[in-house]
Nanobody, 117 residues
Framework: QVQLVESGGGLVQPGGSLRLSCAAS????????MTWYRQAPGKARELVAF???????DYRDPVKGRFTIYRDNSKNTVYLQMINLKPEDTAVYYC???????????WGQGTQVTVSS
């Protein structure tokens, strides 16, 4: 069964750091682009970071300079390293796998990140 499982969320103080993991199984991970999304209560889901199968990464403005997306294809895992966290980063973070046309998007269940004093 195809599956993405996020982990690593938790409660951190502003300025803290956290690393999220998304473990993939049941599909050809290295052929899929991976994306991190987040959704805060009462707000629309937004794209956070993207990484292609060969490791080319891009980020949306709110997290540029603070978040890093990277992948380890040998472990079928994509990561989101977050530093200098802000309260506005509080959200459920989801990973998504995209194999291109002819494939189905694969979503994880999400992991909660809370940034608060």
């Amino acid at each position: 069964q195809v599956q993405l499982v996020e982990s690593g969320g938790g409660l951190v103080q502003p300025g803290g750091s956290l690393r999220l993991s998304c473990a993939a199984s049941g599909f050809a991970f290295s052929n899929y682009a991976m994306t991190w999304y987040r959704q805060a209560p009462g707000k629309a889901r937004e794209l956070v970071a993207f990484i292609s199968g060969d490791g080319s990464a891009d980020y949306r403005d709110p997290v540029k300079g603070r978040f890093t997306i990277y992948r380890d294809n040998s472990k079928n895992t994509v990561y989101l390293q977050m530093i200098n966290l802000k309260p506005e980063d509080t959200a459920v973070y989801y990973c998504m796998a995209d194999g291109g046309r002819g494939t189905s998007l694969i979503w994880g269940q999400g992991t909660q990140v809370t940034v608060s004093s």
